[in-house]
């Protein structure tokens, strides 16, 4: 680890070298490539699990009636969810002056996009016919007709592209003049028109700065209602359904609040294993790990309630359907995913109440995993409880997720890791400059 | 021969070319196809699929079958004429692409008519539909005439003649059998048997006749494996001679049944439906009452349709009918000691049939001794049943010694007395009893024949097998269960080198006349000079007039009846029934029929051994654990399944399962219950014990939870409660009366006539899953296969459900049919985010599966799932003869879109477009939906619900109409009409 050195300019160099070298000469090949191979081998299980699954039909899943949908929505709920927390980092304590986000929100901005790339493919892939997706979108056509706008399918397509839309303009924006610092340290021909096409001639002028930050606060401040909107629509695919165990007016802050408490537990892995690999444990300090646990604990709680209320919900209605989907969350054959969901999501996350356990690493690592796997159980409890029994008991039937499914699924973290992974290796994981202003900014107040 | 396999077609044709030149023109290929070489190739190589279907991978075998059909037309049906055959140069006047024809024709169950009519589009038969001007039938159909269209365009049918297992031509048939025959000839019929089903045909009965005057020698004999033996042997010993019974349900009042599945499968089934339907809705009208009493050991649909159903085990049926007659003064009866709940039910059925003489009926299973079934009959006579309630006419069908005469045949077999067997229709190799070793007995006979509509288990131990036409492809005559005569008609040229019935017994006496030759010769004798003008009517109609069995008036010869005190048995009592959805084994390979759920378990695909709750509770058996089951020193074994309502030791079995050789639908599904049923005792089997193997079995049901849960899914009223109701009382929530709507999020739409509803009285359905078949044929609904229904994703537009109310042990089982509900305020309608499910201006939920993309949110947000998926392709590669099948007014689905019920939309443009032509506007009635047509009962109603004068608004007007699952507010088109239950109290001599 470098030596902070004293003066501040040596501070913002060293700050900068320790970033910047990153992509220039990155450290610990041997890691990155047996994780990049990892990665590899799971994006080619995802080619192989679509091909599988276009060339003979979503028959080789497990979906059935009345279980219409299966892992393949639920990940897709599940994957978006964990972008939200990167958009809440990035965005909204960008817009609150929280300047501790400046050492979290690249990477976080980084998980989002590629959470959101796998929670749009899922849709597309468990259409019967997913060659005509694009009927979905409003565009002119010759059929003269257009999407159906009462279904929350076609707000959730808008949901999806506009957050992906904003999300990249947001991520790009953000580390365009960092882009300019690797171009300008680059040595090698390669990388020197690598990064000096990517930072789109970035010089540094007060001009580029005063219209990078217009533009950049104007693009946080339309993504911070998405955290909200989109997960909101999200939950109506689910809410606005006739279901009992759905038909729930709590699912929109059910969802988005879950959404948020899965993404802060991803957050918190990937800036615990990217503190660890590339050394950065002066940048991502214990303040950012305490404070991300507690950020883990709110939301945390913040879920617990929706769950409680979901159960006061179902009790209150006094819907014979709604308390014997009730019955079968808790008792069901699912009912591992419930149990699942509760032990994994709030057990594990008491500990968090303590500021040793919040800044210790591992222990964070490890509640921030059983957070995320938590939430997993959470949406596929969610989706399939409620329809493998709903209203008729005639129509009652069980699914079970086929090998194809979970073969998909695996492919998908796949489409997420590679591109992540290549993030990490070629692009400034931290944003540099960002955490050079908190500390201008500190020693200011100081 | 061996020249014309090794030579090429085109060699042939060639050939066939050669030396002719210049201007030497070849007209056609049928002319080049004229040359017997070219002939012989084609026999030879096409038709027959060597080395046999068993053994080539299914998509080999489409295509060699695609080339077959291909070539029909060449091959010509194998030089059998064609009467009336005109070549289709110019379309001819009257047809027209695209507007279908009818023929009524018929099929036959177990040697029975089932009068039909039959669609056919450019030739080709794509519907089958109740004849309702038949006098038995009037319309009414049952699954096994709705699914015998897939029967004839199975591409596991037999296809070619075949020598000793290998394809053969009919030429080297035909020189096999006159050399044989010749030999038979000479010996005057000595060593010469016949062996057919229950036969009913005029012209069939004609030619045997004729073949057994001129050789007295020989002998016919009649395997039916599900026949009415036992019953003409009670009427023989009552009446002196043999009779059919006719059980007038239409007038019976009350009805006492002893294990008697009146309303149940068989050829009865649409007669009995439709009888009983009317009687019940004469009551609903306030006309007459319409009771119903059955004890029974297993459930049956007669037992779920009555108001006072008894658990009685097999061998106490026949005390209880001792008890019957006791109480009702029938001096020959003995009073049997009877327990506590036995007199109680007693007491009720006897005081109802004393109090209604004249209008009740007793019967008793058919399957049941001889001797009980004698006291029955004499009951009926003490009740004043005979002649109004029951009705005897002559036997229908012949001969009448059933199957003993099969039995009797392989033991003149064994005894070397048979030289020359011929097997028409009949499956004796399968379907004979365990005790009987027909097999081995026919080994013996050096001769043997057999014809068939399928290469089966008895044609691969023939020497010759001749495949048979089915009957939608020749012509041939046949009684329907009252007697009335239906001339059968060809709907569609054969589709294969295949022989009609009455050319077959024309091969065998030597006589070649063709099919309609044989059938017009056996008219010609009775009508003379009227052939013509009756023939021509009969076709019309469908039936030949006034040709019912006359109802003759026995008189009672001997009263002196003892019912055999059947001894209780240590252990479990076996019953065995024939399958409600394959019969006993014929309808094996007839995917349709293996995909409809049993009516009373919702299992496809499978028999499965029936075991009570409480035998499952006490031997630790869920449902799928295979059990061994030993009965008699033989054992089989298949899933246990859990039959609410069953005697607690009986294990009732089906029969029709277990095909060794049947066709690559039938392959490897289910036990077969043959293997140990007894020519002495072929309905039950004593001192049986059951094992748990310990392994678990795929079984694939449609509905795995029936237990209503105390949901209100069926509803009942209470008989008087109807009453008060229909006075003008209040009706109160119990009576079914539509709770009022819910206010919704999206507007209510305005109406305009016509539009369309459905009302299902669920007083009247007996889920016989007519309606479910006929919705399969009629809206191209793809068959998946077991694995597939297992796994929940069986195709059914409409599907039946059941229910179960109550106790396990005894509870009250309920049917109701599901179709689309199409909702007004349809949750799908809201889901689909690309305007797939929309709403028409006549109220119809539709379903555009080219806009289809699916999301399947529809499905997802449909409260009654009644939406289904095409997970895969499942129409793709459907072989030749199955798209020929297809109606072609509805879109045969692709991968990936939903469908549903349309309510048969095709046919409302129909009548739409019939009605706009003619400037008027559509008639009630004029419109009727696959299932509406198909029903016996006539359980469902459809039609406009703005016309109030509608048939429909008539009976949605009722007090018991209701909503399903009104409290989900999507305000359904379809809706139900509440069981009607008269409570056990209002019974006279009520005890409990």
Same mark, same amino acid.
């Given at each position: 680890?470098?030596?902070?050195?004293?003066?501040?300019?040596?501070?913002?160099?060293?700050?900068?070298?320790?970033?910047?070298?990153?992509?220039?000469?990155?450290?610990?090949?041997?890691?990155?490539?047996?994780?990049?191979?990892?990665?590899?081998?799971?994006?080619?299980?995802?080619?192989?699990?679509?091909?599988?699954?276009?060339?003979?039909?979503?028959?080789?899943?497990?979906?059935?009636?009345?279980?219409?949908?299966?892992?393949?929505?639920?990940?897709?709920?599940?994957?978006?969810?964990?972008?939200?927390?990167?958009?809440?980092?990035?965005?909204?304590?960008?817009?609150?002056?929280?300047?501790?986000?400046?050492?979290?929100?690249?990477?976080?901005?980084?998980?989002?996009?590629?959470?959101?790339?796998?929670?749009?493919?899922?849709?597309?892939?468990?259409?019967?016919?997913?060659?005509?997706?694009?009927?979905?979108?409003?565009?002119?056509?010759?059929?003269?007709?257009?999407?159906?706008?009462?279904?929350?399918?076609?707000?959730?397509?808008?949901?999806?592209?506009?957050?992906?839309?904003?999300?990249?303009?947001?991520?790009?924006?953000?580390?365009?003049?960092?882009?300019?610092?690797?171009?300008?340290?680059?040595?090698?021909?390669?990388?020197?028109?690598?990064?000096?096409?990517?930072?789109?001639?970035?010089?540094?002028?007060?001009?580029?700065?005063?219209?990078?930050?217009?533009?950049?606060?104007?693009?946080?401040?339309?993504?911070?209602?998405?955290?909200?909107?989109?997960?909101?629509?999200?939950?109506?695919?689910?809410?606005?359904?006739?279901?009992?165990?759905?038909?729930?007016?709590?699912?929109?802050?059910?969802?988005?609040?879950?959404?948020?408490?899965?993404?802060?537990?991803?957050?918190?892995?990937?800036?615990?294993?990217?503190?660890?690999?590339?050394?950065?444990?002066?940048?991502?300090?214990?303040?950012?790990?305490?404070?991300?646990?507690?950020?883990?604990?709110?939301?945390?709680?913040?879920?617990?309630?929706?769950?409680?209320?979901?159960?006061?919900?179902?009790?209150?209605?006094?819907?014979?359907?709604?308390?014997?989907?009730?019955?079968?969350?808790?008792?069901?054959?699912?009912?591992?995913?419930?149990?699942?969901?509760?032990?994994?999501?709030?057990?594990?996350?008491?500990?968090?109440?303590? $500021?040793?356990?919040?800044?210790?690493?591992?222990?964070?690592?490890?509640?921030?995993?059983?957070?995320?796997?938590?939430?997993?159980?959470?949406?596929?409890?969610?989706?399939?409880?409620?329809?493998?029994?709903?209203?008729?008991?005639?129509?009652?039937?069980?699914?079970?997720?086929?090998?194809?499914?979970?073969?998909?699924?695996?492919?998908?973290?796949?489409?997420?890791?590679?591109?992540?992974?290549?993030?990490?290796?070629?692009?400034?994981?931290?944003?540099?400059?960002?955490?050079?202003?908190?500390?201008?900014?500190?020693?200011?107040?100081? | 021969?061996?020249?014309?396999?090794?030579?090429?077609?085109?060699?042939?044709?060639?050939?066939?070319?050669?030396?002719?030149?210049?201007?030497?023109?070849?007209?056609?290929?049928?002319?080049?196809?004229?040359?017997?070489?070219?002939?012989?190739?084609?026999?030879?190589?096409?038709?027959?699929?060597?080395?046999?279907?068993?053994?080539?991978?299914?998509?080999?075998?489409?295509?060699?079958?695609?080339?077959?059909?291909?070539?029909?037309?060449?091959?010509?049906?194998?030089?059998?004429?064609?009467?009336?055959?005109?070549?289709?140069?110019?379309?001819?006047?009257?047809?027209?692409?695209?507007?279908?024809?009818?023929?009524?024709?018929?099929?036959?169950?177990?040697?029975?008519?089932?009068?039909?009519?039959?669609?056919?589009?450019?030739?080709?038969?794509?519907?089958?539909?109740?004849?309702?001007?038949?006098?038995?039938?009037?319309?009414?159909?049952?699954?096994?005439?709705?699914?015998?269209?897939?029967?004839?365009?199975?591409?596991?049918?037999?296809?070619?003649?075949?020598?000793?297992?290998?394809?053969?031509?009919?030429?080297?048939?035909?020189?096999?059998?006159?050399?044989?025959?010749?030999?038979?000839?000479?010996?005057?019929?000595?060593?010469?048997?016949?062996?057919?089903?229950?036969?009913?045909?005029?012209?069939?009965?004609?030619?045997?006749?004729?073949?057994?005057?001129?050789?007295?020698?020989?002998?016919?004999?009649?395997?039916?494996?599900?026949?009415?033996?036992?019953?003409?042997?009670?009427?023989?010993?009552?009446?002196?001679?043999?009779?059919?019974?006719?059980?007038?349900?239409?007038?019976?009042?009350?009805?006492?049944?002893?294990?008697?599945?009146?309303?149940?499968?068989?050829?009865?089934?649409?007669?009995?439906?439709?009888?009983?339907?009317?009687?019940?809705?004469?009551?609903?009208?306030?006309?007459?009452?319409?009771?119903?009493?059955?004890?029974?050991?297993?459930?049956?649909?007669?037992?779920?349709?009555?108001?006072?159903?008894?658990?009685?085990?097999?061998?106490?049926?026949?005390?209880?009918?001792?008890?019957?007659?006791?109480?009702?003064?029938?001096?020959?009866?003995?009073?049997?000691?009877?327990?506590?709940?036995?007199?109680?039910?007693?007491?009720?059925?006897?005081?109802?049939?004393?109090?209604?003489?004249?209008?009740?009926?007793?019967?008793?299973?058919?399957?049941?001794?001889?001797?009980?079934?004698?006291?029955?009959?004499?009951?009926?006579?003490?009740?004043?049943?005979?002649?109004?309630?029951?009705?005897?006419?002559?036997?229908?069908?012949?001969?009448?010694?059933?199957?003993?005469?099969?039995?009797?045949?392989?033991?003149?077999?064994?005894?070397?007395?048979?030289?020359?067997?011929?097997?028409?229709?009949?499956?004796?190799? *399968?379907?004979?009893?365990?005790?009987?070793?027909?097999?081995?007995?026919?080994?013996?006979?050096?001769?043997?024949?057999?014809?068939?509509? *399928?290469?089966?288990?008895?044609?691969?131990?023939?020497?010759?097998?001749?495949?048979?036409?089915?009957?939608?492809?020749?012509?041939?005559?046949?009684?329907?269960?009252?007697?009335?005569?239906?001339?059968?008609?060809?709907?569609?040229?054969?589709? *294969?080198?295949?022989?009609?019935?009455?050319?077959?017994?024309?091969?065998?006496?030597?006589?070649?006349?063709?099919?309609?030759?044989?059938?017009?010769?056996?008219?010609?004798?009775?009508?003379?000079?009227?052939?013509?003008?009756?023939?021509?009517?009969?076709?019309?109609?469908?039936?030949?007039?006034?040709?019912?069995?006359?109802?003759?008036?026995?008189?009672?010869?001997?009263?002196?009846?003892?019912?055999?005190?059947?001894?209780?048995?240590?252990?479990?009592?076996?019953?065995?029934?024939?399958?409600?959805?394959?019969?006993?084994? $014929?309808?094996?390979?007839?995917?349709?029929?293996?995909?409809?759920?049993?009516?009373?378990?919702?299992?496809?695909?499978?028999?499965?051994?029936?075991?009570?709750?409480?035998?499952?509770?006490?031997?630790?058996?869920?449902?799928?654990?295979?059990?061994?089951?030993?009965?008699?020193?033989?054992?089989?074994?298949?899933?246990?399944?859990?039959?609410?309502?069953?005697?607690?030791?009986?294990?009732?079995?089906?029969?029709?399962?277990?095909?060794?050789?049947?066709?690559?639908?039938?392959?490897?599904?289910?036990?077969?219950?043959?293997?140990?049923?007894?020519?002495?005792?072929?309905?039950?089997?004593?001192?049986?014990?059951?094992?748990?193997?310990?392994?678990?079995?795929?079984?694939?049901?449609?509905?795995?939870?029936?237990?209503?849960?105390?949901?209100?899914?069926?509803?009942?009223?209470?008989?008087?409660?109807?009453?008060?109701?229909?006075?003008?009382?209040?009706?109160?929530?119990?009576?079914?009366?539509?709770?009022?709507?819910?206010?919704?999020?999206?507007?209510?739409?305005?109406?305009?006539?016509?539009?369309?509803?459905?009302?299902?009285?669920?007083?009247?359905?007996?889920?016989?899953?007519?309606?479910?078949?006929?919705?399969?044929?009629?809206?191209?609904?793809?068959?998946?296969?077991?694995?597939?229904?297992?796994?929940?994703?069986?195709?059914?537009?409409?599907?039946?459900?059941?229910?179960?109310?109550?106790?396990?042990?005894?509870?009250?089982?309920?049917?109701?049919?599901?179709?689309?509900?199409?909702?007004?305020?349809?949750?799908?309608?809201?889901?689909?985010?690309?305007?797939?499910?929309?709403?028409?201006?006549?109220?119809?939920?539709?379903?555009?599966?080219?806009?289809?993309?699916?999301?399947?949110?529809?499905?997802?947000?449909?409260?009654?799932?009644?939406?289904?998926?095409?997970?895969?392709?499942?129409?793709?590669?459907?072989?030749?003869?199955?798209?020929?099948?297809?109606?072609?007014?509805?879109?045969?689905?692709?991968?990936?879109?939903?469908?549903?019920?349309?309510?048969?939309?095709?046919?409302?443009?129909?009548?739409?477009?019939?009605?706009?032509?003619?400037?008027?506007?559509?008639?009630?009635?004029?419109?009727?939906?696959?299932?509406?047509?198909?029903?016996?009962?006539?359980?469902?109603?459809?039609?406009?619900?703005?016309?109030?004068?509608?048939?429909?608004?008539?009976?949605?007007?009722?007090?018991?109409? *209701?909503?399903?699952?009104?409290?989900?507010?999507?305000?359904?088109?379809?809706?139900?009409?509440?069981?009607?239950?008269?409570?056990?109290?209002?019974?006279?001599?009520?005890?409990?």
């Amino acid at each position: 680890m470098t030596e902070l050195a004293a003066t501040p300019r040596d501070r913002y160099a060293a700050v900068g070298e320790e970033i910047i070298r990153i992509p220039l000469n990155y450290p610990n090949r041997l890691a990155w490539w047996i994780c990049f191979g990892f990665a590899l081998l799971l994006l080619l299980m995802f080619f192989i699990s679509a091909g599988v699954l276009f060339w003979y039909g979503v028959g080789v899943w497990g979906n059935n009636i009345p279980v219409n949908w299966g892992i393949a929505i639920s990940n897709y709920i599940w994957f978006l969810g964990i972008g939200h927390a990167g958009t809440l980092i990035s965005a909204m304590f960008l817009l609150l002056h929280a300047h501790w986000r400046n050492s979290l929100n690249r990477f976080a901005e980084a998980m989002t996009l590629f959470a959101v790339v796998c929670a749009g493919l899922y849709p597309i892939l468990h259409l019967g016919r997913p060659w005509f997706f694009y009927w979905i979108a409003p565009y002119p056509n010759t059929m003269t007709i257009w999407p159906q706008f009462k279904s929350p399918l076609t707000w959730d397509f808008f949901a999806v592209l506009t957050y992906l839309t904003v999300s990249l303009l947001f991520w790009y924006i953000g580390i365009v003049p960092d882009l300019a610092a690797v171009r300008d340290r680059a040595r090698k021909r390669r990388q020197q028109v690598f990064y000096g096409i990517a930072a789109l001639g970035w010089r540094g002028s007060a001009w580029h700065w005063a219209r990078w930050r217009q533009s950049y606060r104007l693009t946080a401040a339309i993504a911070v209602p998405l955290v909200v909107s989109v997960h909101s629509e999200v939950s109506l695919l689910f809410a606005a359904g006739p279901i009992p165990g759905w038909a729930s007016t709590v699912f929109p802050p059910y969802f988005v609040l879950g959404a948020a408490f899965s993404g802060f537990a991803v957050v918190s892995m990937i800036a615990i294993l990217l503190r660890h690999a590339l050394g950065l444990g002066d940048i991502v300090r214990e303040r950012h790990l305490d404070l991300l646990g507690i950020f883990l604990l709110a939301t945390g709680l913040m879920t617990a309630y929706g769950y409680w209320a979901e159960v006061f919900d179902a009790l209150y209605s006094g819907g014979k359907q709604e308390i014997g989907t009730l019955l079968d969350r808790l008792t069901g054959i699912y009912a591992w995913s419930y149990w699942g969901a509760v032990v994994g999501n709030f057990l594990p996350l008491q500990l968090l109440w303590f $500021r040793q356990v919040r800044t210790n690493p591992f222990l964070l690592f490890l509640i921030a995993l059983s957070v995320t796997i938590g939430m997993w159980f959470e949406r596929y409890m969610l989706l399939v409880t409620s329809l493998y029994r709903d209203w008729l008991v005639s129509s009652w039937g069980e699914y079970h997720a086929s090998f194809w499914e979970l073969s998909l699924f695996a492919g998908m973290l796949g489409v997420f890791l590679v591109p992540f992974l290549l993030f990490v290796r070629f692009l400034p994981v931290i944003s540099s400059f960002e955490v050079k202003e908190t500390l201008f900014e500190e020693e200011r107040d100081a | 021969m061996a020249n014309a396999r090794q030579s090429r077609p085109a060699e042939i044709i060639r050939a066939g070319l050669k030396g002719k030149s210049g201007r030497s023109f070849w007209r056609s290929l049928d002319e080049l196809a004229g040359t017997p070489a070219f002939r012989a190739y084609l026999e030879a190589e096409f038709p027959a699929l060597a080395p046999g279907p068993f053994d080539v991978d299914r998509r080999a075998l489409l295509k060699v079958m695609a080339a077959s059909l291909a070539l029909a037309g060449l091959t010509g049906c194998s030089g059998e004429a064609d009467e009336a055959a005109l070549p289709y140069v110019e379309a001819p006047e009257h047809v027209v692409p695209g507007r279908p024809k009818w023929y009524a024709t018929a099929v036959t169950l177990a040697g029975f008519a089932l009068p039909a009519l039959g669609k056919t589009h450019v030739g080709r038969p794509v519907k089958l539909e109740g004849n309702p001007a038949h006098p038995a039938t009037r319309g009414a159909t049952d699954a096994f005439l709705q699914a015998s269209l897939i029967g004839l365009y199975d591409p596991d049918r037999s296809q070619s003649p075949r020598h000793l297992g290998r394809p053969a031509t009919w030429s080297a048939l035909d020189a096999a059998m006159s050399s044989r025959m010749a030999e038979v000839e000479r010996r005057r019929g000595e060593g010469f048997r016949l062996l057919t089903g229950a036969v009913t045909s005029p012209t069939l009965v004609r030619q045997i006749d004729a073949l057994l005057q001129r050789w007295p020698e020989a002998r016919w004999h009649a395997l039916e494996p599900v026949n009415d033996d036992l019953a003409a042997n009670a009427t023989q010993r009552v009446f002196g001679r043999p009779l059919d019974r006719h059980l007038m349900l239409d007038q019976a009042e009350l009805i006492v049944s002893l294990d008697d599945d009146i309303l149940g499968p068989g050829p009865r089934q649409a007669v009995h439906g439709r009888r009983w339907s009317e009687r019940r809705r004469a009551f609903q009208q306030g006309e007459g009452e319409c009771r119903l009493f059955v004890a029974e050991p297993t459930p049956s649909i007669t037992g779920s349709m009555a108001g006072d159903r008894f658990i009685a085990s097999h061998s106490r049926i026949a005390a209880l009918a001792q008890a019957v007659a006791h109480a009702l003064g029938v001096e020959t009866a003995s009073a049997p000691e009877l327990a506590e709940r036995e007199r109680g039910w007693i007491g009720r059925a006897v005081a109802a049939l004393r109090a209604r003489p004249g209008r009740a009926l007793f019967t008793l299973g058919t399957h049941h001794d001889p001797e009980t079934q004698a006291l029955g009959l004499i009951v009926n006579e003490r009740i004043g049943a005979l002649g109004a309630t029951l009705r005897f006419t002559e036997p229908v069908s012949l001969p009448a010694d059933g199957l003993r005469s099969a039995e009797a045949l392989a033991g003149d077999m064994a005894a070397g007395r048979v030289t020359t067997l011929a097997i028409i229709g009949a499956n004796p190799a *399968y379907a004979m009893p365990a005790d009987v070793d027909f097999r081995a007995a026919m080994e013996t006979v050096p001769f043997r024949l057999h014809a068939g509509l *399928y290469y089966d288990e008895t044609a691969s131990l023939c020497h010759w097998h001749s495949p048979l036409a089915h009957e939608l492809e020749s012509w041939s005559d046949a009684r329907a269960v009252d007697g009335t005569v239906s001339l059968i008609q060809p709907l569609i040229r054969p589709l *294969y080198a295949v022989r009609p019935l009455h050319a077959v017994l024309g091969n065998i006496s030597g006589k070649t006349a063709s099919d309609l030759e044989s059938v017009q010769a056996t008219w010609r004798a009775l009508w003379g000079d009227q052939l013509e003008v009756r023939w021509r009517d009969a076709l019309v109609r469908g039936f030949v007039p006034e040709s019912a069995a006359p109802f003759v008036t026995p008189t009672v010869a001997g009263r002196t009846v003892s019912p055999p005190d059947e001894p209780r048995t240590e252990g479990l009592t076996v019953v065995l029934r024939p399958d409600p959805t394959i019969w006993d084994g $014929r309808f094996a390979n007839n995917a349709w029929l293996q995909e409809t759920p049993k009516p009373l378990t919702k299992v496809t695909w499978d028999n499965v051994i029936l075991v009570s709750p409480q035998l499952a509770k006490h031997r630790g058996l869920a449902n799928g654990d295979e059990v061994a089951l030993t009965a008699g020193g033989r054992t089989i074994t298949g899933p246990a399944w859990i039959h609410p309502g069953q005697e607690t030791d009986t294990v009732a079995l089906t029969l029709g399962y277990g095909r060794r050789r049947a066709g690559r639908v039938a392959e490897g599904l289910g036990y077969d219950a043959f293997a140990i049923r007894l020519r002495d005792s072929p309905w039950r089997l004593g001192g049986a014990a059951i094992r748990a193997t310990g392994a678990k079995l795929e079984v694939a049901s449609t509905q795995r939870h029936q237990a209503m849960d105390g949901f209100d899914f069926v509803r009942t009223v209470d008989a008087s409660d109807f009453e008060a109701a229909k006075r003008g009382a209040t009706p109160g929530q119990e009576t079914g009366q539509p709770r009022p709507r819910q206010p919704t999020f999206y507007p209510p739409r305005q109406w305009d006539s016509p539009s369309w509803g459905m009302a299902i009285d669920l007083d009247l359905c007996i889920g016989c899953n007519a309606c479910v078949v006929a919705c399969v044929a009629e809206n191209n609904v793809p068959v998946v296969g077991k694995s597939l229904v297992a796994q929940g994703r069986e195709m059914h537009w409409l599907r039946v459900d059941l229910y179960h109310e109550g106790d396990p042990a005894d509870p009250k089982s309920h049917f109701q049919p599901v179709p689309c509900m199409h909702c007004e305020q349809a949750p799908c309608e809201m889901g689909c985010p690309v305007n797939a499910a929309v709403h028409s201006f006549d109220g119809l939920n539709l379903q555009v599966y080219n806009r289809c993309v699916g999301t399947r949110t529809c499905s997802s947000y449909c409260p009654y799932k009644v939406r289904r998926f095409n997970w895969y392709d499942y129409t793709g590669d459907d072989p030749e003869p199955i798209r020929a099948m297809r109606n072609p007014d509805v879109t045969v689905r692709s991968r990936g879109v939903m469908e549903k019920c349309t309510y048969c939309v095709q046919r409302i443009s129909e009548a739409r477009i019939a009605a706009k032509i003619a400037g008027r506007p559509i008639r009630d009635g004029e419109v009727r939906t696959a299932c509406q047509q198909a029903c016996p009962t006539r359980a469902i109603t459809f039609g406009d619900i703005i016309d109030d004068q509608s048939e429909v608004s008539r009976r949605k007007a009722s007090p018991r109409n *209701y909503s399903l699952l009104e409290e989900a507010n999507t305000w359904p088109r379809t809706t139900y009409l509440a069981r009607i239950e008269t409570a056990r109290s209002d019974e006279e001599g009520g005890m409990e």
